[in-house]
């Protein structure tokens, strides 16, 4: 489904590489997790994959198109739930959905009805018509997932997308996400949960300074170091104790 | 089509959402027009019907002085308070207590006159009329000066308006004496009138409505137009200002990864922008309209004119939606986009002439303003609001507003193409 071949990242004035020659393969309904500790790389190649940045060198392709030939057809195709809440404050849940859901082609009866079921499934009908800016972090969690997924994307990008939300609202959007992922949805996973992305993902690869370091089954990783006895070991004894402040 | 309306839409609900925004939208504009225009015309009437208080020394007391006083005193625009000490008028003004005092020096009628009969009587002397034809000796007499003390914080053009008619005064008064002398010495019966003293040419102002009427353009006329298009080019604050909220609230990022392009955003954004300039501009109408009759000032005339003003504030609106559009494309925060917007408005409305006359600025700057599109949305107001033209006489102004919005929207979305390309 996707295919990254030597895929580069060097931002303006930065001494190193964001990211450095990257070779990854995500099969068709994967839940891949990208994990890696701040400033590993994670963001700026889910950035480069929904065309947000532009990669120094390398290449790649979802679903045999890349958006130097097909940038309509990929854009119907992807699907991003960005780090940031990505809406507007002083719209409604409606209306906010509904500008997001018509830049996708989607009017009418279509729209609406897609955003009702949405709003429904993720417990916030009662919400529809409410501002954004009066919504807690759960619900613009929530909210944000939903303008990502209203045109049923065959891939979807999630940049940490249950991050700062209490227990329920994760809960809510990780099962909910289990069925996208059911119905065909692949997706690639960022996060520094590392409980919800072992039992959420079904590969995982941990980046560190923009190299993958090590990939595979969450199970097989945590069987595969001694010790270790979940992800969060495995990820400590692969990326160290030191602290990744950022500046 | 569909996401065009639906950015609209969106354009539309965002600004009404924000009705403190919106309504300063439209009443700084109101405001700013009602307090130039009463500033304005507060000027006009100081010259019209208010009277400036003016100090009369005269140490003349003769019949040039007389003449001069009168003068003043049927212009209408001076109020003049007698001082019989030149030192005391001076010492007043340069107080500031008044802005002018008018000291008549001695003698002068008297030595006017002499002066004047001498060199009449020596030059009919000199053709042989006179009696003995012996050219008398000419009296040495020292030259009078009309003595002005301005305030020095007097305006320039006060100063000289005031230089203007004294000079043109003490003209006239000169030229009356000499008539009177050559009559004196031509005919012995003072009622015969040999000479028409009277001005042959005078002045007639023509307006271009009507060739023959005089219309005399009014402060309403002349400052609707001028602060409505700064008000129109101020929309470039919000516009930008919204444009980066959009960026910093992370909106923008999510559009660049749905299938709706840059082009689309910015042509929704137009659409209720330029709606919002025209009901500004059509506010601005209706005030001058019905509302200026109201407070004292003098009513905007726009009979028969209205359709062409709409077309105007039509592409006015529009170049300064493209400015607003490329501002808030390039700018990455408000504290770039709101001081710079502003400060850019105030320079183009300089530079378009809104303060001061285009004609009345150095030529470089006379050359500069050529650049600005509120120059140009201005002449186009002033074409149809004072000088009366068609359609077809606008067509430059308006081809340059629009080739603006062209450009500067072209820029802004090239700009963003090329700061995201992928």
Known sequence: MIQINQLSKKYKGAEGFSVSDLDLNIDKKEIFGLLGPNGAGKTTLISMLSSLIKPTSGSFSINGLTFQENKKELKQLIGIVPQEYALYPSLTAFENLSYFGSTYNLKGNTLKEKIHELLKTLGLSNFANKKISTFSGGMKRRINLIASILHEPKVLFLDEPTVGVDVQSKNVIIEHLKQLNAAGTTMIYTSHHLNEA???????????????????????LVSSYQYARNLEDVFLAITGKALRDHA | MHKIWASAYKEFLLLTRDLGGLSVLFLMPILLVITITIIQDGTFKTLKETKIPVL?????????????????????????IENTSETEAAALVNKGDFQLAIVIPENLSKDLDKKVNENVTGMLAKFGLEEDSIVPLKTILSPKEVRLYFDPATQYTFKSSIKNGIDQMIAKVETQSI???????????????????????TFKEIGPEDREKAVIPNSTQHNIPAWTLFAIFFIILPLSINMVKEKNQGTFVRLRTNPISYATVLAGKTLVYLCVSLLQFGLMLLIGVYLFPNIGLPKLDVAGKVPMLFVVAFFAGLAAIGLGLLLGTIAKSQEQSAPFGATFVVILAALGGVWVPVFAMPSFMQTLSKLSPMNWGL????????????FSELLPEISLLFLFFVATAAIAIVYNERKNAV
């Open chain 2, 379 to 390: 002449e186009a107001f002033y074409d149809v609001f004072l000088r009366n033209i068609g």
């Open chain 2, 56 to 80: 009369w020394v005269d140490q003349d007391q003769g019949d040039i002085s007389k003449t001069i006083y009168q003068g003043l005193v049927e212009s209408n625009t001076l109020e003049l």
């Open chain 1, 198 to 220: 072992e039992s959420f993902c079904s590969r995982v690869a941990i980046i560190d300074n923009g190299k993958i370091i090590t990939k595979g089954k969450p199970k097989d």
């Open chain 2, 179 to 201: 008539y009177k002398a050559f009559q004196q010495q031509v005919t012995d019966d003072p009622s015969e009138v040999i000479f028409d003293t009277e001005s042959f040419i």
